[in-house]
């Protein structure tokens, strides 16, 4: 029974749970205790550690500013109103904050307050369908486009469409990157003939692509009025990210194992069933080590991309809080931060997962 | 006409000034029916002459003749058992068998298919290992699988290269009977690659040493008399066992001697002296 239960922990990448589930059956307590030590204390302990170096180091710096400001007040206005801003800033009111690092605690309120301005707005939404529900079926009888909710979005349905847009980007590229790998993998000719091409086009900057894109999407999108911003960035963010899937792929393909090819031949295999059936399977394991490389090239660059192409999502949702300049936006752009690591994070885990249940080598992968 | 016929066989890797002859003026002919054993040192070119036959490679000059026909790329009418086993690793034991057996067998429904890949995998004791993977397998197993994949394409001639050579005496004591009772109930025509002169005279009806390359060749073939069903424990005392034995030894350890007194390499040493370097760092 918890053998079962820690095979499954450890299948979907909890492992480190493993010795507290041990311990509470009451296997080798010491041997556990020192595993619960090491595998759990201690990452917590260094998070601690990390949240204590954030904690003074905002601290150091707000009173950087805070002197600086005091002083900038003596020189300009005079002795007292140096007092009355060192008065306003111990007393924390919000005119007269500093605006540097937050701590820890400023951007743990900033995430609870995200949370609340995401419930008013979903309730705003959902209050504005009630009472155009009527309105919109009688538009839709008459032929015209239903009225939609052309509201602010909230920190949560910036999230969402971040994942949508990278999930759209990683499928475009797995259809671009895994079919041109093989091809090329299989034939020596189509690999040399290609390799410049793609060594050349590798490296380019995010920025680059999205302009790219920009360029060809805006042309061809003239008479529609859709909406460009996110074929643009789901399309950029495709196209940065799919190499690692095309090289991993050709190289997996072309170093398919002798052994596996000879018995292919002698089981007198079609083309086609050599290449589902060998080839495929066996390059699996690399294949998909492209497409986690994939994966989280495409997180990563979609920040950027969402930032420059005014598409909505994380990235504009940082940026428009750096041009706001609130009082509040250094902290909104740290829970951000935090958000996207630890999606990143997530979207890894998953594919490592998948990785395991595809792969017929179980022991690989970290 | 010999059922497999070899002429004049030579084959050479690497061009020009690289050229390496592995392979030269073989010849081979075997009859149907007949279970021929070829021993020879390792690295002397016998998995390139078992390329040759089973149509991987094709000779660089000479002919392989099967049943009259040269041979053109492989065929399902040689099965071949490769040395390392070969199976695909993401398959399991009933998968491996059934791949074979269906591109042998691409007209028959899948029922029949079902039960031939059953029937064979039961021949070759791995019933219970049906659903097992490769990885989870022991190295006899994976070689009693890779039997059953190349027997399930019911072929003509089948073709070992050395396949119990990475198992422990005793696995390869049992597999060699197991391949032996099922050679006798269809006697197919077998061709045995082994480095075992034992194993050779156990299972064969003629043995032919492969003289090791480069430019390796056929020696002399011995026959082998004793009846069949042979018996491994008797065969220690049989006196025929012990002179075939002897002679094929005998023989090949004095290629092997040859070979190294026939060696020219003579390696040129410098005539050197050493110097004294202390006192150049003094000054």
Not at chain 1, 250 to 270: E, H, P, R, W
Request: proline share 4%; net charge neutral; aromatic share 8%.
């Amino acid at each position: 029974m918890s053998d079962k239960l820690i095979k499954t922990m450890r299948f979907i990448g909890l492992g480190f749970l493993e010795p507290i589930i041990r311990l509470t059956k009451g296997e080798e307590p010491n041997k556990n205790l020192i595993l619960i030590l090491k595998k759990i204390v201690a990452p917590i302990a260094s998070v601690f550690l990390f949240l204590l170096i954030w904690q003074s180091s905002s601290s150091a710096l707000f009173n950087i500013e805070a002197t600086y400001r005091i002083e900038k007040a003596m020189n300009e206005q005079g002795k007292e109103a140096a007092y009355a801003m060192k008065l306003c800033i111990a007393s924390g009111a919000v005119s007269c904050q500093p605006n540097t690092l937050p701590s820890p605690s400023q951007v743990k309120v900033s995430f609870y307050k995200l949370l609340e301005d995401h419930k008013i707005i979903n309730a705003d939404k959902k209050a504005f369908k009630e009472k155009t529900a009527e309105l919109n079926e009688k538009r839709e009888a008459e032929g015209k486009d239903a009225i939609v909710y052309t509201g602010r979005p909230s920190f949560v349905d910036q999230i969402i469409t971040s994942i949508k847009t990278v999930f759209a980007g990683f499928l475009l590229a797995i259809f671009i990157a895994v079919p041109i790998g093989v091809i090329i993998g299989l034939s020596d000719t189509l690999r040399s003939s290609f390799n410049w091409l793609i060594q050349i086009l590798k490296p380019v900057s995010p920025v680059v692509w999205l302009l790219l894109v920009f360029m060809i999407v805006k042309t061809l999108t003239k008479d529609s009025d859709t909406d460009s911003a996110f074929i643009i960035s789901f399309i950029s963010v495709g196209l940065c990210s799919m190499w690692a899937t095309l090289v991993n792929t050709a190289m997996g393909v072309s170093t398919v194992d002798q052994d596996f090819i000879n018995v292919a031949k002698v089981l007198k295999l079609g083309p086609i069933q050599k290449v589902f059936k060998v080839i495929l399977p066996s390059s699996l394991p690399l294949i998909f080590t492209g497409l986690r490389i994939t994966l989280s090239v495409a997180w990563m660059v979609l920040i950027a991309i969402e930032l420059l192409a005014q598409s909505p999502g994380l990235g504009s949702f940082v940026w428009e809080e750096f041009q706001n300049g609130a009082n509040d936006s250094n902290s909104k752009i740290i829970v951000a931060m935090f958000v996207i690591g630890i999606i990143g994070f997530l979207l890894d885990r998953i594919m490592l997962t998948i990785q395991k249940f595809v792969s017929f080598n179980k022991n690989e992968g970290s | 006409m010999a059922y497999l016929e070899l002429k004049n066989i030579s084959k050479t890797y690497g061009q020009d000034a690289n050229t390496t002859e592995v392979l030269s003026d073989i010849n081979l002919n075997i009859e149907e029916g007949e279970f021929v054993a070829i021993v020879g040192f390792s690295g002397s070119g016998k998995t390139t002459l078992v390329n040759l036959i089973n149509g991987l490679l094709s000779p660089t000059s000479g002919e392989v003749l099967f049943k009259g026909q040269p041979v053109v790329g492989t065929s399902h009418e040689r099965g071949v058992i490769f040395q390392n086993y070969s199976l695909l690793p993401w398959l399991t034991v009933y998968q491996n068998v059934a791949i074979a057996v269906k591109e042998a067998f691409p007209k028959e429904g899948k029922r029949f298919r079902d039960t031939l890949v059953r029937e064979y995998i039961e021949m070759v004791n791995l019933t219970r290992a049906l659903n097992k993977r490769p990885k989870e397998l022991s190295g006899g197993m994976k070689q009693r699988v890779a039997v059953a994949r190349s027997l399930a394409m019911n072929p003509e001639m089948i073709i070992m290269d050395e396949p119990l050579g990475a198992l422990d005496a005793l696995t390869r004591g049992n597999l060699q009977d197991e391949i032996l009772n099922i050679w006798n109930k269809s006697r197919r025509t077998a061709l045995l690659i082994t480095n075992d002169v034992d194993e050779g005279i156990y299972m064969a009806d003629r043995i032919i040493p492969l003289r090791p390359g480069p430019n390796a060749t056929l020696g002399p073939e011995f026959r082998i008399d004793i009846e069949r069903p042979r018996d491994k424990t008797a065969l220690n005392d049989n006196p025929e066992f012990m002179k075939t034995r002897n002679s094929i030894i005998e023989y090949l350890m004095d290629i092997g001697s040859e070979r190294a007194a026939n060696s020219d390499v003579i390696y040129e040493l410098p005539e050197l002296e050493p110097k004294d370097l202390r006192w150049d760092f003094k000054r």
